[in-house]
C-alpha cells in the first residue's frame, strides 16, 4: 500500500505522525509511505519518524523490505516544479493524508490534497480535527 503523507511545512505534529504510522503499520503489511522531502515541516517529520523506524529509501518496485519511504523532491525552486512534485506524489499514492498548520489552510498541501482527491481517499487534520474528504 502507497500512502501518501504530506502537509505544512511549518508544523511538526510528531505525536500525531507516529499515530498514523502505527496504525498504517496495523493495517498494511507492506508499506510505502509518499512524502515531499522538505527539510522542515511535516515532510521532514514524516521522514525522520520512518527512519527511526528502520524503513527502508526506495522506489524499486521489486524489493522485498516491507517497508519503504520515498520522498519525491522538487527538481528545481521553481513554483512550477513544486506543483508538479505534488502531483506526483497524488499519483503515486492510494490514500492521502495531510496535517495543516493551524490557521489558514496552506496551499502547497491543498494543491496536493486537491489532485489526491479526484482518485484515491483523503484525510486531512486541522487544528485538532480529522475531516475525510
Ligand atoms: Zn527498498
Known sequence: MNVGIVGSRRYRPVGLIGRLLDQLEDAYPLLTIVSGGEPTGVDNAVAEACRARGYH?????????????????????KRAAYFARNTLIAKDSQELYAFYAPGPLSPGTTDTVMKADSHIPVWTHHEGEWVHN
Open 57 to 77: 529509501e526506495c522506489s524499486d518496485r521489486l524489493c522485498t523490505r516491507r517497508r519503504h519511504l520515498v520522498e519525491h523532491l522538487p527538481t528545481e525552486k
